[in-house]
T-cell receptor
């Protein structure tokens, strides 16, 4: 399968714990995006990378959130000191530079107790 | 500040008939629009897109119409099939970097 993959698919954690999610984009895609989706809402943009450079961050990305894409391939999204409001589906997408279409992974569903 | 709106949370259509899903946007700078389909427990799947220089794009049973003056786009599915039952999101972009999604319309195609 050469699509976007995300790991883990599900994560349950206690409030205050740190969590880290991984995204592996389609191999030739140089752009990678993170979104958050809550119940009844569409995906909300968090941040995106072009190769290893993080080019844009949403105001939704508080200082407890950090994303990296160290070698321009896979990316990680870390949430520190999780809160119940962080419970959501975290989606990763990738695209080729100068192409508009983004391809999504299956998402990581986070539940903070 | 919801810049992309899907005002119908759900739609039911008989198999074989046309499904019309609507989307409105507020930002006149948007120049690219996409429709995604989402099944439960999966990420959104790209369906069809349209650039603002066009007013129609067709791909098989799926056609997207763009009315820039009304800031409105619609997705037509003809004929509708039970496998089309899913949540449909429209999305818009003006920089190619950040996409804005609507809240989705849940389509049910009744056999």
């Amino acid at each position: 399968d050469t699509g976007v993959s995300q790991d883990p698919r599900h994560k349950i954690t206690k409030r205050g714990q740190n969590v880290t999610f991984r995204c592996d984009p389609i191999s030739e895609h140089n752009r990678l995006y993170w979104y958050r989706q809550t119940l009844g809402q569409g995906p909300e943009f968090l941040t995106y990378f072009q190769n290893e450079a993080q080019l844009e961050k949403s105001r939704l990305l508080s200082d407890r959130f950090s994303a990296e894409r160290p070698k321009g391939s896979f990316s990680t999204l870390e949430i520190q000191r999780t809160e119940q409001g962080d419970s959501a589906m975290y989606l990763c997408a990738s695209s080729l530079w100068a192409e508009e279409t983004q391809y999504f992974g299956p998402g990581t569903r986070l539940l903070v107790l | 500040d919801q810049q992309v709106k899907q005002n119908s949370p759900s739609l039911s259509v008989q198999e074989g008939r046309i499904s019309i899903l609507n989307c409105d946007y507020t930002n006149s700078m948007f120049d690219y629009f996409l429709w995604y389909k989402k099944y439960p427990a999966e990420g959104p799947t790209f369906l069809i897109s349209i650039s603002s220089i066009k007013d129609k794009n067709e791909d098989g049973r799926f056609t997207v119409f763009l009315n820039k003056s009304a800031k409105h786009l619609s997705l037509h599915i003809v004929p509708s099939q039970p496998g089309d039952s899913a949540v449909y999101f429209c999305a818009a972009s003006y920089t190619g970097n950040q996409f804005y999604f609507g809240t989705g319309t849940s389509l049910t195609v009744i056999p």
